[in-house]
């Protein structure tokens, strides 16, 4: 039985996530407003992982400010993220959990100023690094990460 090779061809610029959480890819796709941008986008998911048994793999050719990095970091900050140019990676960025988020997620308390203003910003504060703990900058909510 010969082994399947996929091979998905080099990129000129962008990035390549790696270490994704098996299954999150299309969630990041969402996150990062991929659709609305006119950039390439492979998608690898279930890729085999010596690390993490199973993971989902990204790439990304646009130019480098396309892509917030700290909706990544907000999302799952063990993403490896390979910045490429000249279709060679120049560099290796470590994501860490954003201290604030802003207009990613909305504070779900019907009673929050911003389920009534609806023109302020969504603002989220990390309360709690070790357990991932968002909060509404407004009304103290708790974000709860599914």
């Known amino acids: 039985m010969m082994a399947s090779i996929l091979n998905v061809g080099r990129i000129a610029e ?6 994704i959480q098996a299954g999150k890819s299309m969630e990041i796709y969402k996150y990062l407003n991929l ?8 998608i690898i998911k279930n890729a085999r992982s ?10 990304i050719e646009c130019p480098i400010d396309y ?35 802003r207009n990613i997620v909305r504070c779900r308390n019907p009673r929050c100023i911003t389920s009534i203003e609806q023109e302020l910003d969504q603002v989220f504060i990390l309360t709690n690094e070790e357990k991932e703990i968002y909060r509404c900058k407004y009304c103290e909510e708790k974000y709860k990460k599914k």
């Open 50 to 59: 010596g690390k993490m048994g199973k993971k989902d793999i990204m790439k």
């Open 67 to 101: 892509i917030d990095l700290e909706v990544l970091g907000f999302i799952d900050h063990n993403i490896t993220v390979n910045i490429v140019k000249d279709e060679e990676i120049v560099e290796k960025k470590e994501l860490t959990l954003p201290k604030e988020i």
């Open 35 to 42: 659709d609305k941008l006119d950039c390439t986008v492979a």
């Open 14 to 19: 962008g990035f390549v996530l790696d270490h």
